[in-house]
């Protein structure tokens, strides 16, 4: 019975770190790991060849800091996840608005405006590929017959952003949409019909009831659509404009991988990942210096 | 009376609002099937077909004709159900460690799980992971394509909320009728999980199934290529002749997530809103 009991307490002392082996080995070998690489390799240069690494200090840091295509490629990532982020924000919150609505075939409506959350980044950027196709594409046949001008979408500045954009947002909203939709439904009845007898328009219910009552989820939603289009947005950019026309529809995570894989230069590659180490940190410490207050009336 | 009929105006306008919009969100996908089950000769019709005039599987037979569609749909499913389950079964073990144990170290742990939350998975893909593939001999092979997404903090946190979410007593109770920690594992709490593991299961494969810079990056034959990489195929070989195909091939790649989506949105939406991984 004692040693039973001795035997029972040694196995419930080391269970828990037995279960915790493959969660465990998973995530140094494959994230911690290649995380940490990743910060050394940028300190070194690998020989043409790729037989030799010399280590270089910061080298790689200063060259990439004096490449104009380095900084072009910063500036289209803010515009790009700006445009992105905002009008997913605004968009979806205003469809989660009417979406919330009880009128009669709400549930279809929705499982269809969340249709694209099932789509892939890649598929987004194909089924848009093929709308602004100048040839067959009907946005493009929808342009020329109410402006009666042909954009040449993926190839042309500044059309190009435009049609990254069209994808992108199309693909987000419903992520957001589906938040929001329920963080409004915990907004309380009583206070909006109080608000109603009190006289308040709908607008002004919006926006003095609604929106601030929602707000952490808004922050969350930033966050996340800030996250998602710097990062997931690659596979976007690479079916649609593959970072062209000359460049310009070049994020700096598109860019990484180019001169990872296209150009071979592992060191600056390296630097890159770096640079985007430190980004995600500030957003997470942005994250969660505001993100934990919870400031409902903003 | 005056308000009732103001209401009324409100919600038909509503309701004209949503069918609008609901209309053009889904256009194009609407317009993707459209386009793939025209006949070869009226994809360049002008003006371009809202809705099909017939259907026609040309475009479907030509694309598996033309580009290996069976070998990167099985290269999907198998990536997708093997890190799907993976994920489930380590995400369920060391949701149990966290629930329900008291160990040396937890919270460290905890917290060392919780920040790959904030590394970011694509970057680390691009250079470091994978050299390490390569030095693993793992590049071109399953093992690269599955292994690396066998475990993740969200899972873990998702099933370790769940467990904390079970009744002590019934714990206490298991263990009066001389249940060992495993057993009460495999017999009471798994048993009650079926609702919780559906959920994350299907939200896993989508995000499998979806995934796209870790296949290109590591995938060097076209047998070992997944569905989003053969449509990015499909489009630079065929984009200034058959749009038809393209859309084919993108309405393949596309069924299976949809269709999952359409029957069972309710577990989706629910088990999203949990556990807020962004997909």
Known sequence: MFKRKLFHNAYGKTLPYLLLIPTFAVIILFIYWPAVSSFRMSLYKVSPFGNKTIYTGLSNFENLFKNPDY????????????????????????????????????????????????????????????????????????????????????TTKPYALYALLFSSIWKALPFSIIFYIAALQNVSDELLESATIEGAGTLRKIWKIQFPLVSPITFYLVIMNIISSMFQSFA?????????????????MYRLFLDAFAYQKTGPASAQSVVMFLLMAGVTIVYFLFGERKVHYA | MKRSVRK????????????????????????????????????????????????????????????????????????????????????????????????????????????????????????????????FGWVNTYWALT???????????????????????????????????????????????????????????????NMYLWPLIVSMEDKMKTVQIGVKMMIDAEASNNWGIIMAGTMIALFPTLLVFFCLQSVFVKSLVRSGVKG
Do not use: C
């Open chain 1, 71 to 154: 900084e072009k490629s910063a500036w289209f990532t803010l515009f790009y996840v700006s445009f992105t982020v905002i009008a997913t924000i605004f968009l979806s919150f205003i469809l989660a608005l009417l979406l919330n609505q009880k009128v009669p075939g709400s549930r279809f409506y929705r499982t269809l405006i969340f249709s694209p959350y099932a789509v892939s980044p890649a598929i987004s950027g194909t089924l848009w590929s093929f709308l602004l196709n100048p040839v067959v594409g009907h946005v493009n046949y929808f342009f020329m017959k109410a402006f009666n001008v042909q954009v040449l979408w993926l």
């Open chain 2, 8 to 135: 009324r105006v409100n919600l038909v306008s509503i309701e004209i609002a949503l069918i609008v919009i609901t209309f053009v969100i889904f256009l194009p996908i609407l317009l993707g099937i459209t386009m793939s089950i025209q006949p070869p000769e009226s994809v360049f019709a002008f003006p371009p077909k809202l809705f099909p005039t017939g259907f026609h599987w040309r475009n479907y037979t030509e694309a598996f004709r033309k580009f290996p569609f069976e070998y990167f749909l099985m290269n999907s499913l198998i990536i997708g159900l093997a890190t799907t389950l993976g994920k489930i079964v380590t995400g369920i073990l060391a949701g149990y460690a966290f629930a329900n144990f008291r160990f040396f170290g937890k919270s460290f742990s905890f917290a060392f799980l919780f920040a790959t939350l904030f590394l970011p998975a694509e970057t680390i893909m691009i250079v470091p992971l994978f050299a390490i593939m390569k030095q």
């Open chain 1, 236 to 252: 976007i950019i690479d079916v649609m404009t593959k970072g062209g026309p000359g460049g310009y529809t070049t994020t700096m």
């Open chain 2, 147 to 209: 292994i690396p997404f066998m475990a993740s903090a969200t899972n873990t946190f998702l099933f370790r909320q769940h467990f904390r979410s079970m009744p002590k007593e019934l714990e206490d109770a298991a263990k009066i009728d001389g249940a060992g920690y495993m057993t009460y594992f495999f017999r009471i709490l798994i048993p009650l999980s079926k609702a919780i593991i559906g959920g994350s299961a299907i939200i896993n494969f989508v995000y499998a199934w």
